[in-house]
Each structure stands twice: as structure tokens, then as C-alpha cells.
């Protein structure tokens, strides 16, 4: 039978390959295979083809690549395609999680151990390791390092050691942890074993550091690009932070994203605000309870919410790929900063969002902030940071550029494509003299005496009570400016503040013009305008997006979310985004097809295979729309399930997925028919479909291999198409579900031997 023959390829990963093979193209090719069957994915992306290479030579090695690079893959793929079990060192017990529920949902036999675990849970790992069963072991620093565990890995068959989020070793890093000190020893309890290191780091000094204190011997370390040409980045002024936010979330309703503030207080502040507009975020920040603070993390990963709005606590040890947008509502600290915590969008590669929205106030932040702060070197390095920030804010160069040239390397296009500024959403005004002593002119008339709002409402000509009641309508200013909108002739003033034309004073923010201001007044001295386009407007194309039927695109989220609530995984770990999209754009109905998607390797193919193909078909089929497009012809299939004839056709309504779902669970049908609420002879009627749309013929979970003989021997002399002979011929003893089910699998059998 089909199922048989997928089954057999994907049970766990402890596959064997004679010897650590090291010709070049061999290997090569030797990973590329891996690749394609376990995670389905088709070729390498930068340097992961060179670093795994490092890891099957046996060659120490640190790799840099900027978050989501991808390197996991770096070294689980050599684990796969090596004899013995790679032993991962990671920071933080929910990274391991993530890894490990990752790698299982491939049907790649990882574990971890940690704290969290029962004496039960530690000793089943043991016991796997000790068997041999386990491929990749993931496990913290200090937990390695315990004589104990180095005395009992001694024996184990370790094939190689790989230390992700290497950067933690290092004191001069973002993230250093003590631990992480004591990997040192590494080298020495496990002599012949190569050790590698993994991170994002950008700086120089941490990677020397990082080989010194691992004591890796004549390594290999391999740099690559930190350009993310798929994070879309754009810098806005702060003039209204809330009303900013919210229309930058109506271009990702849906989707998940993380809003970082500086402070606790703004973090509350801010999510309380866009709450009452509706939306649904969450506060994340360390001074939450250990309680809410999981609420936050556990929603945020397993898609009950979307939105979390918080401090920089919150982001390392959330490897979630589908981020689609970080907003940072206040300027972070560093651009090293701003690298990591934009960077958490758009792993998975498909385009995603960064914007940040500053003020020139949140410098004067950071400067309070750091006030008690008395070793020289940290506060003159942390001016130097807060300069380079303050400059990534206010150029109107590429912001891509910028970011890669910040950390020595450079960017080879001469425009990146993905920024307000090569995308032109930001211009600078032309007539800016005029336009500016139009407003600074319209602040003197009012006498000085009132704020921003209020100033642009006169500019733009409003009759407004308050305005009607001064008389400002009679001002020269009123309506001078109505062509613009209120909220740019904000952004203007904002401006014009920022670059000292304009001052706030007193408790209401009145504004004043300064001498530099004045000087503009007499045509001395230009400021510089920008106007930012409306994004409609925008330059950029969405090219992931093209082909993609968007409403097949959220019915498979809506599937991958029903999947991933009943196995408790999240949901970019059963399917990622960028497998979504592929599979909405070519719409795969042959196992054949949905083979060649990127993501589906054997194991998702077996376990998801029949329902995705099924809900795809249906939502064609309703639609008319064509189906397994742009496919490579002739490749051969693991279990071509639905070339064949069918005897009738599946239900259609949309409850089907989550039948299907239960059948492959194996729960039998009287469980399904009180979770589902429905009746038994509903239930079995979905089975009856699944089953010939798998051309599964194992239903032992169903109906005994005793009461199967008893309905085979009736149907041998009857015939399977009518069921009420049947029942009689059994005295009624049998029921019509148990019937349905024997005579389904007997019809098509007789089928497929014909
Ligand atoms: P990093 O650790 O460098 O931040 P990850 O290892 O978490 O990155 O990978 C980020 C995402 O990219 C994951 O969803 C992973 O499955 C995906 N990915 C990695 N390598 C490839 C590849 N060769 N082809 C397609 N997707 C990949
Ligand atoms: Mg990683
Ligand atoms: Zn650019």
C-alpha cells in the first residue's frame, strides 16, 4: 500500500553512512540529499554548503551569519549525514524546544535535556543515547560540563560538538553568559572532537574572542553577508507614535509582529493604547510576573497572539520565522541593537517590515539612562553608538547601505530595493524655504502662544470653535498651507524643531522661533523637508506575493493552525510561511506536486500530505482555478494518492481537515465522533473518504483484525456495495459504521489488484 511505502522512509533520522566521507563533490551531494529529504528544502543558502563541509572534515570552525541565515541547518544536516550523535550546546531551554520540536516534526530523532525535565524525561534521553538511537542531543553549557555528563558522552558516540549562539562566550557581546566560559574544557575531555562555533555576531573583536575562548584549533571561520535584502527597512519622525503604529499594523493584520519601546512604562502605555483602538497586543518586559511574562512568549509563539509590545527583554530565544513586522517606537541604543532586534523579522525569508520611529528626545532617553553609569570607556562607546544611531535616523541614505557599512562590509547594488529611501518614499520638498517661513511666520502671527496642533489646524485652514474664537481665521496664515495634510504639516514643525528653527516652551509645548528660525524669516538660512509619500505610492513590489491566491494562502493558515493547536506545536514549525505561499502559487494536487514545494520533505509529505492536498483540491475545484502549476514533470512521486480512480468522491465541507487530522492520529471513531460531536455514522463516512484518498488499507485502529475476518467473509459471498445485506447476513451484531469502513478498503483493494 502507499502509506507503507512512505512510512518506511521517514522513520527516525539514525540512518548510517559508513565513514565521515571527504571528497568534495561526494559530500556535496551526500548534504544535498539530506536537505531534500528531511526538511524538503532544495538547495543551500550562503556559505551553509562551506560550513557543513567544515563539520563532515572534522575541521574546528566558527560560522558568522546574520539571524536567520539559517544556520541550524549548518550543523543539523552534517549530524544527519554522520555516523554518532552531534551534541548542540544552546543558551536558553526554549531555543532548545524550538529545535528539537522542529526536528521531531521532521521525524529526525533529537532531544534535549534541562531543568524543566522529570527524572523520568531525563532518563529516557539516556536511555536513547545509550542505545544509539539519538542523532542531535541539545543541552546548556553548564549541564555539559558536569563531570558527570562528560564522563557518561564519553562513551556515546559523539560526532561532533556544535555551540550555537557562540557569542555568548564573550564578554564583549550583547548576550554574555558566565556558562558559557566553561566550554573551554570542551576541547580537552573530547579530544579528536571538532567543536563549531555558530553566531550572528558582527563584531571582530567577539569573533577572535569567540575562538580563543573555545580554544578552537586552527579554525575556519566563515563570514557572510549581513545584508537582509527581504527586511523591508524604513525610519519615520515620532509625531504621533500610536496613530504611526497603528497604520503600519493595518498592512499586517493577521500577522505576527513585535513593537519594542525603551522603557517598562511605555511598553504598558503603548499596549494599552492600541488595545483600545481594538487591536490585541501584549506587554512583555522583566519587571512582569514569571507568569505573564510566559502568557506573552507562549502566545506570541503559538499564534493566540499576534502583537507584543516590549522592552529589549524580549526577543532571544524566540526563533518564530513567520515575524512579519518589528516596529521600534523609540530609537534603540546602537545600530547593533537595532541589527538584532529588526533582524528577529523574516527569518523564514519572505519580506518583512522594520520600521523605527524616532525622536530626537530619545537620544536625551538613552543619555538619562545611562547617567549613573561612571566607567569612561562604557560612556564615551555608548556616545559613539547613540551618534551612529542618531545618524542611521536622520540620513537619506540607503538604509541597508548604511547598516552593512557599519559593520565593515559593503553592499554591491547600488540601490537596495527595500527602504523608504531607494523605494522613494521619503523626498525632500522642494520649495522648502517657503514652505518653512509659511510656518514659522504662522507661529509668530498666533503670537507664539500655542502648540503644534494647534498650528497646523490654522495652516491647513481648519474652523475649528477654538480657532474661530481667537479669530484666527483672519490671520494671513489661516489656510495658507490647505493642500497639506494636518499630519504632515506636523511632520514639518516636527522638523523644523528637530533642527532648531522652532523651540517648545512652558507646560503646554508652545512654540517659539528661534534666532536661527528668524534668519530663515529673512531667506538667510533653508531647512531641510521631507514629505513622506503615502506607501500605496511606494516603489516596491512584493514579488513573493505574485502567483499567490491569497485566499487559499489564509485557508491553509487556517489548516496549519487547526494542525498545530492538536499536536500542541506552534504553527510555523508544522508549516512556514514561505511553504504556505509556495503551495497557495502552485497549488499542488498530486503527492507528485506537493513534493517539490520547498519545506515538504518525507516526513511532512506522510504526516500533512493527504489533508493539504485535499483542502487545496476542494478550494480549486470551487474556484475553478488551475492547479499544479509550474511543475517539473517527471519526477517520481513517494505515494502518488490521488492519481487514482475514485470510487466517489471526499466530503467538501470545511470541518474535512480536522477529521482528517484525527485519522491520523489514529483516535478511533467513537473518540472522534464525541470530539467532533457528531455521529458515528458521520464519522464513518469521513473515514471512508480518508481512507480511499490515502488508499490506506491498515484499519486495525478501527475495526479489530477479529471482527474485519468476520465482515470480509460476508462481503466475499454478498459483495461490498450494499451494507444492509451485510448487516443482516452478520445478525445485526455488527454496526453500519464498523461495515462501511471493512467494505471501503475491500472495494478499493479489489481495484487495485484488477
Ligand atoms: P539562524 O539560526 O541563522 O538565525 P535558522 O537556522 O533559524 O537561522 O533558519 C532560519 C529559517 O531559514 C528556518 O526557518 C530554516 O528552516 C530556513 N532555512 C535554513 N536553510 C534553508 C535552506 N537552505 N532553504 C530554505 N530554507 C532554509
Ligand atoms: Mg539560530
Ligand atoms: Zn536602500
Not at 169 to 179: A, K, L, N, V, Y
Not at 232 to 245: F, L, M, N, T
Not at 503 to 523: A, D, H, M, Y
Not at 533 to 549: A, L, M, Q, Y
Request: aromatic share 6%; glycine share 8%.
Amino acid at each position: 500500500m502507499a502509506s507503507g511505502s512512505a512510512k518506511a522512509r521517514a522513520k527516525d533520522g539514525s540512518q548510517r553512512v559508513s565513514s565521515v566521507a571527504s571528497g568534495g563533490e561526494d559530500v556535496t551531494e551526500l548534504l544535498r540529499s539530506r536537505l531534500q529529504q528531511w526538511w524538503g528544502y532544495p538547495d543551500f543558502r550562503q556559505l551553509q554548503k562551506e560550513a557543513m563541509s567544515l563539520v563532515m572534515q572534522n575541521r574546528d570552525s566558527l560560522i558568522v551569519l546574520p539571524t536567520g541565515g539559517g544556520k541550524s541547518l549548518c550543523y543539523q544536516v552534517p549530524a544527519l549525514a554522520r555516523d554518532g550523535m552531534a551534541v548542540i550546546v544552546s543558551p536558553l531551554i526554549s531555543l532548545m524546544k524550538d529545535q528539537v520540536d522542529t526536528l521531531q516534526s521532521l521525524g529526525i530523532a533529537a532531544a534535549c535535556v534541562n531543568s524543566m525535565q522529570t527524572g523520568q524525561e531525563k532518563s529516557e534521553v539516556a536511555g536513547m543515547i545509550r542505545r544509539r538511537a539519538l542523532k542531535l542531543l541539545y543541552i546548556s553549557p553548564e549541564r555539559l560540563v558536569q563531570p558527570k555528563t562528560i564522563e557518561f558522552l564519553r562513551d556515546a558516540y559523539v560526532s561532533f560538538i556544535a555551540v550555537d549562539e557562540a557569542h555568548c562566550i564573550s564578554q564583549w557581546g550583547h548576550d554574555f553568559r558566565p556558562e558559557y566560559r566553561q566550554l573551554k574544557t570542551l576541547k580537552r575531555e573530547f579530544p579528536g572532537v571538532a567543536v563549531h562555533g555558530y553566531t550572528a555576531t558582527a563584531t571582530e573583536q567577539v569573533r577572535l574572542d569567540i575562538v580563543e575562548q573555545l580554544g578552537l584549533q586552527n579554525a575556519e571561520v566563515l563570514v557572510g553577508s549581513f545584508d537582509r535584502p527581504n527586511l523591508v527597512y524604513r525610519v519615520e519622525r515620532r509625531v504621533d507614535a500610536i496613530g504611526q503604529i497603528q497604520r503600519i499594523l493595518e498592512r499586517h493584520k493577521g500577522e505576527s509582529g513585535i513593537i519594542y519601546c525603551i522603557s517598562r512604562r511605555n511598553v504598558e502605555a503603548t499596549s494599552q493604547s492600541l488595545n483600545r483602538l481594538g487591536l490585541k497586543t501584549l506587554p512583555y518586559h522583566a519587571g512582569l510576573a514569571d507568569e505573564e511574562r510566559r502568557k506573552g512568549q507562549d502566545g506570541f509563539i503559538d499564534e493566540t497572539a499576534d502583537i507584543i509590545v516590549a522592552t529589549v527583554a524580549f526577543g532571544m530565544g524566540i526563533d518564530k520565522s513567520n515575524v512579519r513586522f518589528v516596529i521600534h517606537a523609540e530609537m534603540p541604543k546602537s545600530l547593533e541593537h537595532y541589527q538584532q532586534e529588526s533582524g528577529r523579522a523574516g527569518r523564514d525569508g519572505l519580506e518583512a517590515e522594520c520600521t523605527l520611529l524616532y525622536s530626537p528626545g530619545d537620544v536625551e532617553t538613552w543619555n538619562y539612562l545611562m547617567r549613573d553609569v561612571e566607567d569612561e570607556g562604557v560612556r564615551s562607546s555608548s556616545d559613539e553608538s547613540l551618534r551612529s544611531m542618531k545618524q542611521y535616523c536622520s540620513s537619506t541614505q540607503c538604509r541597508h547601505r548604511m547598516l552593512v557599512e557599519h559593520f565593515g562590509q559593503t553592499l554591491e547594488k547600488p540601490s537596495c530595493g527595500a527602504c523608504d529611501v531607494c523605494l522613494k518614499e521619503m523626498t525632500e520638498v522642494e520649495d522648502a524655504l517657503v514652505v518653512s517661513q509659511k510656518i514659522l511666520s504662522g507661529v509668530i502671527r498666533q503670537g507664539e502662544r500655542f502648540g503644534a496642533g494647534y498650528t497646523a489646524q490654522v495652516l491647513k485652514g481648519s474652523k475649528a470653535k477654538r480657532i474661530l474664537e481667537n479669530r484666527h481665521d483672519s490671520l494671513s496664515t489661516w489656510g495658507l498651507l490647505k493642500d497639506e495634510s494636518e499630519t504632515q504639516l506636523k511632520h514639518w514643525i516636527d522638523q523644523l524643531l528637530s533642527q532648531g528653527y522652532l523651540r517648545q516652551s512652558g507646560e503646554f509645548n508652545c512654540l517659539e522661533v528661534t534666532p536661527t528660525g528668524r534668519q530663515v524669516l529673512k531667506g538667510q538660512l533653508t531647512p531641510t523637508l521631507l514629505r513622506v509619500r503615502r506607501t500605496e505610492e511606494s516603489e516596491r513590489r512584493e514579488d513573493s506575493w505574485e502567483g499567490v491566491d491569497r485566499g487559499l494562502f489564509e485557508e491553509l493558515r487556517g489548516l496549519r493552525m487547526r494542525l498545530a493547536v492538536t499536536r500542541n506545536l506552534p504553527p510555523y514549525i508544522i508549516f512556514s510561511d514561505a511553504t504556505l505561499r509556495a503551495l497557495a502559487k502552485h497549488r499542488p494536487t498530486k503527492a507528485s506536486s506537493l513534493q517539490q514545494i520547498p519545506g515538504i520533505g518525507a516526513k511532512k509529505l506522510q504526516d500533512f500530505g493527504p489533508v493539504v492536498l485535499f483542502e487545496i483540491q476542494q478550494w480549486c475545484l470551487s474556484r475553478k482555478l488551475p492547479t499544479d502549476v509550474d511543475f517539473l514533470e517527471g519526477r517520481t512521486a513517494i505515494a502518488d494518492i490521488s492519481e487514482r480512480p475514485h470510487s466517489s468522491k471526499p466530503a467538501t465541507d470545511s470541518v474535512t481537515a480536522a477529521y482528517y487530522d484525527l485519522f491520523e492520529q489514529e483516535l478511533s471513531m467513537e473518540e472522534i465522533a464525541v470530539q467532533l460531536d457528531k455521529s458515528l455514522d458521520t464519522v464513518s463516512r469521513h473515514l471512508a473518504s480518508w481512507l480511499q484518498f490515502q488508499r490506506r488499507s491498515d484499519i486495525s485502529p478501527w475495526v479489530s483484525v477479529a471482527v474485519q475476518a468476520r465482515i470480509e467473509d460476508s462481503i466475499g459471498r454478498l459483495g461490498p456495495e450494499k451494507l444492509k445485506p451485510l448487516f443482516e447476513d452478520l445478525k445485526g451484531e455488527i454496526a453500519y459504521h464498523i461495515l462501511r469502513t471493512v467494505a471501503t478498503v475491500w472495494e478499493f483493494c479489489q481495484h487495485e489488484e484488477e
